[in-house]
């Protein structure tokens, strides 16, 4: 800035001032996105993030991604390759958090290739898989276990120009585990690395072809429809998505906001399931569940959501009969699982206990 304004007021130098408000932008800029990251992280890590689900079409949201990627590829003379399945896959989960997964995933792709390509390529078997492969310098042995850290760099000796924070992959590690995927990778030095996204059949919002012409059925809604569910979440945000998601599959959901509401819906109604969120306005959650031992009321499954994962949290919540406990950030992906979990166990024996 006191560059800028030197050079405004001498007439030698006014040259420079479009090249010195570049420079000025660039940082100012880098800054708000250090600033930005870091709160991603603070929101993140304290489980103060709601996801947004939609249904979109995965190819729409990776052709938007690649051309987006494009123009930084033809800059340093790359190409981005995409091979996609013939049939569409349509998702169901928060298109903006998973977007800026493969958007992250692809920069530094680009980023760290000097020549050769990127190549973006989305399988569907029994889930649906996104690898993003680049000729780049690979990843030493000894990073491979500090990529995903926060502030953690890559040391590239061939490019010096643009710097990060190092905080992308910290943040992308995050939003798949909030968004219930898992991401891995594999890097040879010299010949490059690759990224892969696994997105669990969960959340296919269409039966998807397999490649090779066999047909991956998504029947999970036939075992969720019918089911009695008593959902106990303060935050209206996540009430509405998870009773958005089960209802649309054929649940029967009935929502309270505290504790006071779940006891009065426990008193009129038997439930099959109970989705428990121990942060309650107005009573800890194990409230509910003193009140559920006490009285004998069977529910087949209680699935406990609780952003305190410590072990004697835990064991108390166990104790209490929870069949299974969810630590913050949880996804609708995983929430589903856990519920399938019993549609599975009644099958056989009844609703079974998860250890």
Do not use: Y
């Amino acid at each position: 800035a006191e560059l800028v304004e030197r050079a405004t007021s001498d007439p030698q130098q006014a040259h420079r001032v479009p090249e010195l408000a570049r420079s000025l932008w660039a940082n100012a800029r880098s800054l708000v996105d250090l600033v930005s990251d870091v709160l991603d992280l603070t929101r993140l890590d304290s489980g103060q993030t709601d996801l947004h689900v939609t249904e979109f079409p995965l190819h729409e949201l990776i052709d938007a991604e690649v051309f987006q990627a494009e123009a930084a590829a033809d800059g340093k003379g790359l190409t981005i390759a995409k091979v996609l399945p013939a049939t569409p896959v349509k998702l169901l989960t928060d298109r903006t958090k998973l977007k800026r997964v493969i958007a992250n995933l692809l920069s530094n792709a680009v980023k760290f290739t000097e020549r050769g390509s990127v190549q973006v390529e989305c399988v569907v078997r029994d889930d649906v898989r996104i690898s993003i492969a680049d000729t780049g310098i690979g990843i030493p042995g000894e990073a491979l276990n500090k990529i995903f850290d926060e502030f953690f760099q890559l040391r590239n000796p061939e490019r010096n120009r643009e710097k990060g924070a190092g905080l992308g992959l910290a943040i992308c590690r995050r939003l798949v585990a909030s968004l219930g995927c898992t991401l891995s990778l594999e890097s040879v030095v010299g010949t490059g690395t690759t990224f892969t996204l696994i997105i669990p059949k969960e959340l296919v919002a269409r039966p998807a072809i397999v490649d090779g012409g066999m047909s991956a059925e998504i029947d999970s809604g036939d075992r969720i429809k019918g089911l009695r569910v008593l959902l106990v979440e303060d935050n209206e945000v996540a009430r509405r998505a998870v009773e958005e998601l089960l209802s649309g599959e054929g649940a029967k959901v009935t929502a309270a906001a505290d504790g006071r509401s779940a006891l009065a819906s426990l008193d009129k109604a038997e439930f099959d399931v109970l989705l428990l969120d121990l942060n309650l306005p107005d009573m800890d959650g194990t409230g509910v569940l003193h009140r559920l031992s006490e009285s004998g009321q069977l529910i087949g499954r209680k699935i406990v959501i609780s952003g305190d994962a410590r072990p004697e949290r835990v064991s108390q919540v166990k104790a209490l009969g929870a069949d299974e406990i969810l630590a913050k950030p949880v996804s609708l992906a995983r929430i589903r699982t856990a519920i399938l979990k019993e549609t599975d166990a009644s099958d056989q024996n009844g609703f079974g206990t998860t250890t």
